[in-house]
């Protein structure tokens, strides 16, 4: 791991004291403008972690561009308008204003509308998934810094906040095998997804330690992969227990498991990710890895006004770690094993 | 398939920025007449096909959304559905929404919006009641230099220029629903003076009641929340009058609601006491919403058109903002009566006096 650049470094580095160093990063009296610049650079250049530039970001009035696909915010209840809600109420107790820019059909339109109202916006943020070569326009075309919420690409110039899907993924395995699963398939198409992949990984990583076999005909796709529509065809022999990669295509599990007339949790257990099952009956059911959106959206506010304090310290992803929430989907084995 | 021309190609051609060039495109300020022409100009040859945006040569506002913290509660509230609305309808109108969520401190200490104190934006839409004092600095400060409309909030503040949601109409058409069905003895569930629909709502029942000559009963007047916080009353701690058989004093056969989560409760309450909706009590409700996507299914209830009234909220302010002399008037938007399964016949229609 690196080491923490410390106050004394910077200090060192520009042959000034430490007091001084605390001083500029305060905002304090009693340091010069040209110094103060000087150290506050020196401090970005070496990474140092630097809390009081989120402190003096604050000072001036704030307004955030919060960009989003106008599918996810038009929908009267969905997954990212609530991500949003939650990012609206975090920089609401910061005292920033929000400004919604929908990404629709035309890009062209969008990029009008962006660029047209960017000279007034500090900083982005983005929520969920925008297609690779949108992505990089607008990563190329503003200076802003621009933080990415739930969804991530290695390469791009900017920061993220994911939830920890790679770790979630192992706690609800992990949870499934301690009550006795040993076969356990996954439910999710991992082609559109980074999250989705994660989730697998997660998933195969906790099968492996516990020397449990991933059974290839146990791996459900959610979705017909040519016309994209939720589709999740069961296999002739089953598991015991399905990991299912979000609670929608639990949801849809449910589903087709109900229609073969198999019971929930007596012949077959299943378990979510997201804590998000909207209109399905089955949710107050599920047993689910809870995705903190308010941690999440908090974590995304305080990472762009870091970034709009600091502009050159090194790019970060943010993993947001949570828990399981436990309803009534999955049976315990042990007593049979 | 030709690939699109975008305005980086455009700036890329002719060695300007990208904003540079949405400017020009849009006849914007900040460039100049000659730049403007020429990139305008290239546009045309390399066969930039205009976005309806650009194509319009619509400008595009920045409108300001003012609500009180209180409002944006968890999950998806009524508020949190109309501001939904109203932002994806202010950018169809090729704009953008900017909001500012005002907290309760700063609404008790009077401080400016950020939005009006910085002119951040070129028209401002309040959403929902803030205190009376707050209302009227946002509507008679110096310092606010845009037009301003108030979407669904009080209406004696606003002289001008407020979209409201028809609340006494509601409720009149609700209670008059009971007594169509043969209901006299029928209580409100409400707490009067929390919040002006409230209020509203109840005097829609009054203008009813009064209309078929009976007599206000106040104990059938029922809070269901705690008027300083806003906080809503459990099924276990609503007051539901009984039936007392020593003093002649009997219950009602159904309730007015002033929000179908209110009914909700409400029902709640009664099944406590073994007393089944709609068979021994009839209950309606209003808004035809329930938070948290709880879907709305038994109870009969009145829906306010908030699609419209968003949409005239929009109209309005962009109205105001194309002519600042511009002063309209009160639009009270009405709403529609759903029947569901929550109410029953008790007799025949009340007569009206």
């Known amino acids: 791991m690196k080491k923490q650049v410390t106050m004394r470094e910077i200090a060192e580095a520009l042959h000034t004291s430490v007091v001084t160093v605390s001083n500029a990063m305060a905002g304090k009296k009693g340091v010069g403008e040209e110094l103060r610049r000087q150290i506050l650079e ?6 140092y972690d630097c809390p009081e530039a989120e402190e003096n970001a604050k000072e001036k009035v704030i307004t955030l561009g919060i960009i989003s696909s106008r599918r996810y915010m038009s929908e009267d209840s969905s997954f990212y308008w609530e991500m949003y809600q939650n990012t609206v109420r975090s920089a ?3 005292n920033i204003l929000t400004m919604l820019e929908m990404l629709g059909e035309d890009e062209e339109d969008f990029f009008a509308s962006l660029l047209a109202s960017k000279n007034e916006i500090d900083g982005f943020i983005i929520i969920g998934r925008i297609e690779d070569g949108l992505m990089q326009r607008i990563l190329h075309s503003l200076r802003e810094p621009v933080v990415l919420l739930d969804f991530y690409r290695p390469g791009y110039r900017c920061d993220a906040v994911l939830s920890n899907n790679y770790m979630g993924a192992y706690r609800i395995t992990d949870y499934l095998v301690s009550r006795g699963h040993r076969e356990i398939g996954f439910v999710g198409t991992g082609r559109t997804s980074r999250n989705v992949v994660e989730r697998y990984y997660g998933f195969c990583r906790c099968m492996q330690e516990h020397s449990l076999p991933i059974v290839r005909e146990w791996l459900l796709e959610d979705r017909d992969l040519w016309t994209e529509t939720p589709r999740i065809v069961l296999p002739e022999r089953m598991p015991t227990a399905f990991v299912c990669s979000s609670d929608y295509s639990a949801g849809q599990l449910y589903n087709e498991l109900t229609k073969r007339g198999l019971r929930v949790p007596e012949d077959l257990s299943v378990i979510g990710y997201d804590d998000y099952l909207y209109g399905n009956a089955f949710s107050e059911r599920l047993t689910s890895y809870h995705v903190d959106m308010a941690a999440m959206a908090e974590a995304a506010v305080r990472m762009v006004l870091e970034r709009i304090g600091a502009p050159r310290k090194p790019y970060r992803t943010r993993y947001v770690d949570s828990v399981i929430v436990e309803r009534t989907s999955v049976r315990s084995r042990q007593a049979e094993t | 398939m030709i690939k699109k021309v975008t305005m980086e190609d455009i700036g890329k051609r002719l060695g300007v920025s990208v904003v540079t060039v ?7 300020k900040g460039v100049s007449d000659q730049l403007k022409e020429q990139i305008q100009r290239t546009a045309g040859e390399m066969g930039y096909r205009r976005s309806s945006r650009a194509h319009n040569m619509r400008v595009s506002h920045t409108i300001g959304i003012i609500i009180a913290e209180r409002f944006l509660e968890k999950h998806q509230s009524f508020y949190w559905s109309l501001y939904q609305q109203l932002a994806k309808r ?3 109108k090729d704009s953008t929404p900017l909001l500012e969520v005002i907290s309760a401190e700063k609404e008790t200490d009077n401080v400016l919006p950020m939005i009006i104190a910085g002119q951040r934006s070129d028209g401002i839409i309040v959403m929902g009641t803030f205190r009376r004092r707050y209302m009227e600095l946002l ?3 110096p310092e606010r230099t845009m037009p301003l409309v108030c979407l669904d909030s009080e209406v004696e503040l606003d002289r001008d220029d407020a979209i409201i949601s028809d609340n006494i109409g509601g409720g009149y058409v609700m209670t008059n629903y009971l007594l169509s069905l043969g209901h006299r003895r029928i209580g409100f569930v409400g707490t009067l003076l929390a919040t002006s629909s409230i209020d509203d709502r109840y005097l829609g029942y009054i203008k009813a009641l009064m209309q078929h000559g009976i007599e206000i009963n106040y104990r059938w007047i029922i809070p269901d929340r705690d008027r300083a916080s806003g906080r809503l009353l459990e ?10 058989g020593q003093t002649g004093e009997v219950a009602p056969t159904a309730y007015f609601c002033n929000c179908d989560l209110t009914a909700n409760t409400l029902i709640a309450a009664l099944d406590a006491r073994g007393l089944r909706v709609p068979e021994d009590i009839s209950v309606v409700g209003f808004d035809n919403h329930l938070p948290g996507g709880v879907p709305n299914e038994g109870i009969t209830t009145y829906e306010i058109d908030t699609k419209r009234m968003v949409a005239r909220a929009v109209s309005r302010i962009f109205q105001k903002i194309d002519n600042p002399t511009f002063s309209g008037n009160v639009i009270v938007v009405g709403g529609s009566f759903i029947e569901r399964h929550s109410a029953v016949r008790a ?6 006096v």
Do not use: F, M, W
């Not at chain 2, 007799?347 to 009206?352: A, E, F, I, L, R």
């Open chain 2, 347 to 352: 007799g025949d229609p009340v007569p009206y």
């Open chain 1, 92 to 94: 609401a107790r910061r």
């Open chain 2, 139 to 141: 509507h008679n400060t």
């Open chain 1, 42 to 47: 020196k401090a970005a250049e070496l990474g």
């Open chain 2, 90 to 92: 202010i950018v169809e």
């Open chain 2, 235 to 244: 099924s276990q701690e609503i007051r539901i009058p009984d039936s007392k």
């Open chain 2, 22 to 28: 949405s400017k020009a495109l849009r006849d914007q």
